[in-house]
């Protein structure tokens, strides 16, 4: 897998600005170290959608096995009939490197959190380019991938969506109580499949309402 | 039949999927399928009669996640896995075996998750508990891929039943579990815990894992299970398929058969027609033979290391707190992250194996040791040697080591074999054997040897096998008896030749009383590898021992075409070679925000040059400038340029910690400068840093940590989810004024609220300062917080204040 410099630079909070000599020598050992310690594995299905709003203007359908009301997922879902559940780690090695780094060196440490960071991200588009040649998707695209926990999909949602897709046989993915995955650098989602309707087929900072996010791109970076 | 009758009459065979044959009858995802016990009895007993029927002679009753830890059913546990053994043994009608089955806990164990290994064994435990009381005939734990969690789960086993236990793990398609450990690190762990049979099952076809089964049926001496996939599952049109058809699956098994597996079966995917194959196919066959490997290893969860007998590796000497007096301090303030810091140093140098002793008089050393070798493992990969004279530390880290450790050690007292045996026998390790006894060291080396015999003799009735000994025919410093250096080789080449053991030395003993130590230590290192040494505690660090070490080994056609020694000498980590003298040209390059008539060690810590930062320092000292003009005029004013620069966001977080951690290490050097002239450099502080209780996650409550370092603070850090009671404890015991509280998740700020609460109740002088991803200044003075800081560097401003 290729490093996303970009990625890793706006992780950094670097946004534009190009590493001097020394950041970039740096920069270049610590991505060796993390791309060494990676095991990526993925796992997904794809299931029907089916409900919608009632006429009471309540909103409840189910994705597969997932019961929801999410308004915002369930704009993404326009115009589609089935959708993809997704999961996807880096492994448990990451992990590993961030608690060594821990100790070892604090500016190694914030390095492989945003290498590891944008290779997750890297890894997920090309899992979606492989679910792309799937033969029921059929000529359809693929929605942009919505994680538990974003928008008004609650977080609580992670349990169930990765029970069903048996995460941790399958991917080795499971669930702390916080919610929260380990391996930490895995994504859980749903992704809508559906034909070409102008929906954003990818997460678009400028459409976000999270307008104090830390990591917000620029109208420059997008 | 019983199982060893069973496995006496032939090869054994297993049943296939469960889950596969529940979701045809309309299991649906998210379903608990252990409650099919009790609403869908008959489908539960059919798939097992359909089993029996197809020649399996052990079934799986369906209680895979009938754990406290996993199972969210309505109906009791209970209830649940009694219905599950009794359908079993109903379709059974008297044919074979009912096996309680124990998948995972579906939690991944600290360090690397949230779930703690005794809360794990817990879970199993009671599963086994109730399992056994059902009346099952065997314990089953499969489709694990944590070492740990393996761990846990046959340790419950054993522990709860005395029934006999079958153990598989799940295996990626790289051969590996998921938190790493390839085949040999598994071997290792069956052969520490002993079940009565393992092997794989799940995660892949028998084709792809054939290789893995050969492997380990050379390295462990039960009976071998493959239970198989029907290959690797593919999703087509939404659905799980498995490719390998009942025939296929049949070959596929016959040649996991040859590779020596004695008992088969299938995972996901199969049916009852895949063990139909099977049987027809492999009935009446007897396992292929397998010639065991002969070997002595120990492993931590994902790194197996083997001991030669005709090289020798490096044990890493320095977490032993005899003569540390920083060690010592950092044992007793509960200051983790220094220990943490001398074993990954001890890595990167280049030990195999790590030596862990907490001695340390006054501290409660079953607890700290067990938590010691905890976090070292959180922190590094490689295997432990586990160095303590009290059996009762010894058990409490055996237990909890995460993987299958080096003991150090057992003697030839009657009193120590007594205590010592019957933990390793019960956790498994390789021991190191102490040549003395009653009468103390023999001053030859015929008595030495005689020792080591009597030693291996006791242990086998243990069950103790001589590869499992690592023989320490004890250093004695030459400065006390002239005689004792050639006593010591020849008792090596002794035990090396004639017993074909392994050895091991404390190495650096041999100069004590004497001037010039490393040099004495790296000649008598290099005499005694020669000599039969094929392990040696040293310190990793010593540019001398590495010298010595790595010299002989090129010397003596180890290190193939010298590739090793050559780049051992590139990096500096040899004699003769040390680091360049000369900073790099990059520190003298300037930077933006910096100008061009900077002196070098000001421009080396700006731009982040560790290396130069050390070597221009001492440069300056040497040339007879005074250590504080050194500070003042050059380390300060660098660290206040990228500080502002940071703060004015011209310098990103990444330079701002590589800044600190050059200045940090020209520090070291003047104050390593300054102890040898006998004055003491006054650290500000202490400080205590610790993530609040519940949260695990650490990566900022890391970074401020290494930046107060870096910028002169005495830190102690006390880990992550740390309970208020430990924080104010360690507070008052070393009357710390600053304590720095880190949370990630809102669900942990009351912890952190609670930790404010205490600590202001037991001294209302020690101030707070709390950051992390949720706070913000106004949650901060919500929680009565002193102190909001915003990222790193205004925890650094908020100490320089308070300590001005």
């Not at chain 2, 009912?98 to 998750?113: E, H, N, S, W, Y």
């Not at chain 2, 809360?119 to 199993?124: E, I, K, L, R, V």
């Not at chain 2, 320095?318 to 990954?344: C, F, H, Q, V, W």
Request: proline share 5%.
């Amino acid at each position: 897998m290729e490093v996303d410099r970009a990625e890793v630079l706006r992780y950094l909070r670097m946004g534009n600005v190009q590493p001097d000599a020394v950041l970039e020598a740096r920069l270049a050992s610590v991505e060796r170290e993390v791309l060494a310690k990676i095991r990526p594995a993925a796992y997904w299905q794809l299931v029907p959608i089916t409900g919608g709003e009632t006429p009471t203007g309540e909103l409840t359908y189910q994705v597969g096995p997932l019961a929801l009301h999410s308004r915002k997922l369930w704009e993404t879902l326009k115009g589609c009939r089935h959708a993809f559940l997704f999961c996807a780690t880096l492994g448990a090695g990451v992990d590993a490197l961030l608690r060594t780094c821990g100790h070892r060196s604090a500016a190694d440490l914030v390095m492989v959190q945003a290498i590891s960071t944008a290779l997750i991200e890297t890894y997920c588009d090309d899992c979606q380019i492989q679910m792309l040649s799937e033969p029921a998707v059929c000529g359809e695209t693929l929605r942009m991938r919505f994680s538990p926990g974003y928008g008004d999909l609650p977080l609580e949602t992670q349990r169930p969506l990765l029970m069903a897709l048996d995460s941790a046989r399958r991917a080795g993915i499971t669930l702390m109580d916080t919610m929260l995955m380990m391996p930490s650098k895995s994504v859980s989602a749903i992704i809508g499949v559906g034909p070409a309707n102008g929906q954003p087929t990818r997460h678009d900072c400028r459409t976000c309402g999270k307008t104090d996010c830390a990591f917000r791109k620029t109208e420059e970076e997008t | 039949m019983t199982f060893d009758e069973l496995l006496k009459r032939g090869v054994a065979f297993l049943d296939g999927a469960m889950g596969t044959q529940l979701q045809i009858k309309g299991l649906q995802p998210g379903e608990v399928p252990e409650l099919w016990n009790l609403n869908r009895p008959n489908d539960v007993r059919d798939i097992h009669k359909t089993y029996f029927d197809a020649g399996a002679d052990i079934v799986y009753a369906n209680t895979f996640g009938a754990s406290p830890a996993k199972y969210h059913g309505d109906a009791p546990l209970k209830d649940v896995i009694a219905a599950g053994i009794g359908l079993a043994r109903e379709a059974a009608g008297g044919r074979g075996l009912v096996a309680l089955d124990m998948g995972p806990t579906g939690r991944l164990l600290k360090p690397a998750g949230d779930f703690a290994f005794d809360a794990a064994y817990d879970s199993f435990a009671e599963t086994v508990r109730l399992g056994a009381a059902a009346g099952a005939d065997l314990v089953v734990v499969e489709t694990i891929n944590d070492a740990y969690e393996l761990k846990a789960a046959l340790l419950a086993a054993k522990e709860n039943c005395s029934l006999p236990i079958l153990a598989t793990v799940a295996l990626s398609e790289d051969g590996k579990l998921l938190t790493g450990g390839d085949v040999d690190c598994v071997a290792e762990i069956f052969n520490a815990l002993k079940p009565a049979a393992a092997g794989f099952n799940c995660g892949l076809g028998p084709d792809r894992l054939r290789p893995f089964v050969e492997r380990l049926a050379k390295l462990i001496e039960i009976p071998v299970i493959v239970k198989a996939n029907a290959g690797i599952p593919r999703v087509v049109d939404g659905c799980t398929h498995f490719d390998v058809g009942p025939e296929a699956f049949a070959t596929d098994i016959a040649a996991c058969v040859a590779a020596g597996a004695a008992i088969v079966g299938g995972c996901c995917g199969t049916t009852p027609a895949h063990i139909q194959a099977v049987h027809n196919l492999m009935k009446d066959q007897k396992p292929g033979a397998v010639t065991r490997e002969r070997r002595t290893a120990i492993c931590s969860y994902s790194k197996c290391v083997t001991l030669p007998l005709d090289d020798s590796l490096l044990i890493g000497e320095r977490i032993n707190p005899t003569g540390k007096k920083k060690l010592r301090e950092a044992y007793k303030s509960g200051d983790t992250g220094y220990i943490l810091r001398e074993a990954i140093a001890q890595v990167d140098a280049g030990a195999h194996i790590l030596d862990v002793n907490a001695g340390v008089p006054g501290i409660d050393e079953p607890k700290v040791l067990q938590n010691t070798v905890e976090a070292i493992q959180s922190v590094t990969d490689i295997p432990l040697q586990i160095d303590t004279s009290d059996p009762k530390a010894l058990e409490a880290a055996l237990r909890h080591y995460n993987g299958k450790a080096l003991v150090n050690s057992v003697n030839g007292k009657e009193e120590v074999m007594e205590a010592v045996f019957p933990i390793v026998a019960k956790y498994g390790g390789v021991l190191v054997a102490l040549t003395l006894d009653e009468d103390g060291i023999p001053a030859t080396a015929e008595g030495r040897v005689a020792i080591a015999k009597k030693i291996i003799a006791r242990g086998a009735q243990y069950g103790l096998k001589p590869d499992d000994f690592v023989i320490d025919v004890l250093c004695l410093a030459v400065s006390a008896d002239a005689t004792s250096v050639p006593v010591i080789l020849e008792s090596l080449r002794r035990v090396h030749d004639e017993l074909g053991l392994r050895t091991v030395l404390g190495v650096s003993n041999v100069s004590f009383g004497l001037p010039a130590r490393p040099l004495l230590n790296a000649t008598f290192y290099a005499l005694a590898l020669q000599a039969g040494l094929t392990t040696a505690i040293v310190n990793p660090l010593s540019v001398e021992m590495m010298t010595a070490y790595k010299s002989w080994r090129a010397l003596t056609g180890r290190d193939a075409n010298c590739t090793d020694w050559i780049a051992a000498v590139n990096e500096g980590k040899v004699g003769g070679s040390a680091a360049p003298t000369q900073p790099s040209a990059a520190a003298q390059t300037p930077q933006a925000g910096t100008a061009s008539s900077q002196s070098p060690l000001l421009a080396a810590i700006v731009h982040g040059l560790k290396q130069d930062a050390a070597t221009i320092a001492g440069g300056l000292l040497a040339t007879g400038k005074a250590p504080v003009e050194v500070i003042d005029g050059e380390i300060v004013p660098a660290l206040e340029i990228v500080g502002k620069g940071f703060e004015s966001g011209k310098v990103f977080l990444p330079q701002l910690l590589m800044a600190a951690e050059a200045a940090s290490s020209a520090f070291e050097v003047i104050r390593d400068v300054l102890a040898k002239s006998g004055a003491q450099t006054e650290l500000r502080g202490p400080i205590i840093v610790a993530t609040v209780k519940g949260d695990i996650h650490d990566i900022g409550k890391n970074i401020v940590r290494a930046l107060l370092e870096n910028y002169g603070f005495k830190v102690i850090d006390l880990g992550r989810d740390v309970a208020p009671e430990l924080i104010v404890e360690t507070a008052q015991r070393e009357n710390c004024k600053l304590v720095g509280l880190s949370a990630l998740m809102t669900t942990t700020v009351p912890f952190m609220e609670e930790t404010i609460k205490q600590l202001n109740a037991a001294d209302p002088s020690i101030k707070t300062v709390v950051g992390g991803a949720v706070l913000t200044a106004e949650y901060a003075a919500q929680i009565k917080a002193t102190w909001y800081a915003k990222d790193a560097m205004a925890t650094v401003r908020v100490a320089e204040e308070f300590f001005k």
